[in-house]
């Protein structure tokens, strides 16, 4: 993981929960919720663990030395305690909330340096074992969590009739040929 792939993963990030809030907003309530046998049952429950998992991957990332104005950032955004806590009872609440933290994402990853890539991290895994991993390999995981769940997240909309389109990585990769 380098600076400029954590940016692009941010980039990414962001530009698929878009098109996934899109699909989904396009779906009735009952769809959104129908537990479709997936890992978290429903769509509207997936797409709740993304964001989770993003909320305390963040939090933990703010306890690196160099993370000050990520802490300040996300000092009214919640710490969950588990994996399914729900953080917003309606989609257009969840919506907020994931743009709330695609903007933080996206500012965080700009800030990045190598330095603090090949540094370690100490955090606290939700059993509450001490664990201390290289940061970059951290960062790396949690975009893989991300994509991870909303390619369950995109199945579970193609299931309920809705289309995402192209979900690849290199859709939003620039290109470097001239135009």
């Known amino acids: 993981m380098t600076p400029d792939t954590a940016t692009l993963m941010a980039h990414y990030n962001h530009h698929m929960n878009i098109r996934l809030y899109q699909a989904a907003g396009r779906l009735p309530t009952l769809e959104l919720h129908r537990n479709r046998g997936a890992f978290f049952g429903s769509l509207f429950s997936t797409l709740n663990h993304i964001a989770v998992g993003d909320s305390v991957w963040l939090h933990r990332f703010a306890a690196h030395p160099q993370a000050g104005a990520l802490r300040a950032a996300l000092a009214e955004v ?20 994931r743009e709330r933290l695609d903007r933080l994402i996206v500012d965080w990853a700009d800030t990045l340096t190598e330095a603090q890539l090949t540094a370690p991290l100490s955090y606290r895994n939700m059993a509450g074992q001490p664990q201390c991993k290289r940061f970059a390999h951290l960062v790396q995981h949690f975009f893989n969590h991300q994509t991870h769940h909303r390619g369950q997240a995109s199945t579970l909309l193609y299931q309920a009739g809705e289309d995402v389109g192209v979900t690849d990585l290199v859709a939003v990769v620039p290109d470097l040929l001239p135009s």
């Open 78 to 97: 919640p710490h969950p305690t588990s994996l399914q806590q729900p953080l917003a009872d309606s989609l257009p609440a969840l919506h907020r909330y």
